[in-house]
């Protein structure tokens, strides 16, 4: 049998020559593409399948092709509402206007005007306000979420829904095939559908489409727009934070969120059905002329973008908007994230920032779900501590919000992680607002995760044990692809 295991030693090293041939040649990330062949190399044949079935961002052709004419379709109508789009601009700051520039340049997205943003800094308060929405409701709800986790709060807007549909409102429910995967096994579902409500699984995975395209891209998208009224949007997902994930031991899941009126909301509305109909196959000029928002009141003036990104478009469109955030920042950037694993130039737009004199402060938890994002994490903090970054550890359970502030003038807040899954493969939303008043809302809850944090000190990590150090740095390699 020594010539069998000649030929199978001689097949892996082939194998393993063409796929480092295919990584050099396809210009990924050079850390990304560095982390790839060190996995491919170090572990006989678990490398080389591992990167068959997620190294790349592989949709199909077809897939992008339907889904950069639907984009292509959903930036077209976002334009149509901007009929204030040089006027909304003029009036930002100079802080502001060049962010808001490198959108509407960089990414065809115009911004809108005159819309009321309110700041749901409370999880029991979201799933309040959300029910007490679908209960008024008169023409459609429509919800959109990575995870729906059965039980409690979530489980009110199940039944919520059902009085919707029951009294004639139209209700479509779209969740991710895998985060809400036991939702789709739950007796909710089923009474659910019963009662009338379309409820359709996002990116479906299973045995024989893993092996064409990657399972691990995920739509990781948080939206509710109800009627032409009121849209909301944030980290927070359809799961009672006193109950999701208990047996974690991470404690309560912090989210945050906001409630949208205005333009904004049919932008959301239309980012909802542009992902409806890649996964029906519904045509997306028809779904949108039968669920037009004739009319979207708002009660403020306040400048916003909305921003979805995903695999399918540039794949560099949500990290640019990141980077430029941080360029913008001269005397503050407060950043809180769950997961942290920044790229090389994100690492290195922080620390210059710090350097230059801005104060920047990184908000993460003490706990989280993931022990290799952890040592990821762990892995930047020492280059952070070092520049100058202040990085705080929130204590009183998951912080799981995804916030930004910019010198008390510009706010993102969205579905959007500090890490290369939200950069590279998860489709996320994100909302930009160009108004003092309400970041400085945003930033006032910054200022309470805060302090309930403690500061992290650089001798935590001058001070770890070998073995502690070598799982750290191992993790730091493996980084670009968590």
């Not at 295991?5 to 990584?23: C, N, P």
């Not at 895998?178 to 409820?199: D, H, N, Q, Y």
């Not at 009141?297 to 909305?306: E, F, K, L, R």
């Not at 952890?374 to 995804?402: D, F, M, N, P």
Request: proline content about 4%; overall charge neutral; aromatic content about 8%.
């Amino acid at each position: 049998m020594h010539w069998l295991s000649i030929v199978f030693f001689s097949i892996h090293i082939i194998i393993i020559l063409v796929l480092v041939v295919r990584i050099i040649r396809s210009r990924k990330p050079v850390g990304t593409s560095l982390a790839w062949i060190f996995v491919i190399a170090l572990f006989p044949y678990l490398g080389p399948i591992s990167y068959m079935l997620f190294g790349e961002v592989t949709l199909g052709r077809r897939v992008l092709e339907k889904s950069d004419e639907r984009f292509e379709h959903l930036v077209n109508r976002i334009e149509n509402l901007a009929t204030n789009n040089a006027t909304a601009l003029e009036g930002l700051d100079s802080v502001a206007r060049p962010v808001a520039n490198f959108l509407v340049n960089g990414m065809n997205l115009p911004v809108l005007g005159e819309n009321d943003l309110e700041l749901i800094s409370d999880s029991l308060r979201f799933f309040d306000k959300v029910i007490s929405d679908i209960n008024t409701s008169q023409k459609f709800c429509h919800l959109l979420f990575y995870i729906w986790a059965p039980g409690g709060r979530a489980d009110d807007i199940g039944y919520a829904l059902i009085a919707a549909a029951n009294r004639g409102v139209k209700c479509r429910v779209l969740l991710d095939a895998v985060g809400s995967r036991p939702f789709f096994r739950s007796s909710l579902c089923k009474e659910m559908k019963s009662a009338g409500i379309e409820v359709v699984a996002a990116l479906n995975v299973g045995p024989i489409r893993m092996w064409f395209k990657r399972v691990d891209i995920r739509n990781h998208r948080k939206i509710v727009v109800i009627d032409d009224r009121v849209a909301y949007t944030g980290s927070q997902n359809i799961a009672d934070p006193r109950t999701f994930k208990a047996s974690s031991k991470v404690g309560s899941w912090i989210d945050a969120g906001v409630s949208i009126s205005g333009p904004a909301v049919e932008a959301l509305n239309l980012v909802f059905l542009h992902d409806w109909g890649y996964e029906t196959n519904q045509p997306t000029a028809e779904l949108v002329a039968n669920n037009r928002l004739l009319d979207s009141p708002a009660n403020a003036g306040i400048v916003a973008h909305i921003v979805p990104s995903g695999p399918s478009q540039s794949t560099d469109v949500i990290l640019e908007i990141l980077l430029s955030l941080i360029y913008a920042a001269t005397e503050e950037l407060i950043i809180t994230t769950p997961y942290l694993v920044p790229t090389d130039t994100l690492t290195s737009a922080l620390t210059t920032a710090a350097l230059s004199g801005t104060k920047v402060t990184v908000v993460v938890p003490e706990k989280i779900d993931s022990w290799a994002v952890k040592l990821a994490s762990q892995a930047v903090y020492h280059e952070l501590l070092k520049a100058g970054v202040q990085v705080k550890s929130y204590e009183k359970g998951l912080l799981h919000s995804k916030t930004v502030t910019v010198d008390g003038s510009i706010s993102l807040i969205g579905s959007v992680n500090m890490d290369m899954r939200s950069f590279y493969l998860n489709y996320e939303i994100s909302v930009f607002a160009y108004d003092k008043s309400f970041t400085n809302d945003l930033r006032e809850l910054q200022i309470s995760y805060i302090e309930d944090s403690r500061s992290l000190d650089i001798s935590e990590f001058k001070n770890q044990s070998n073995l502690k150090q070598f799982a750290v740095d191992t993790m730091r390699l493996l980084s670009p692809l968590l």
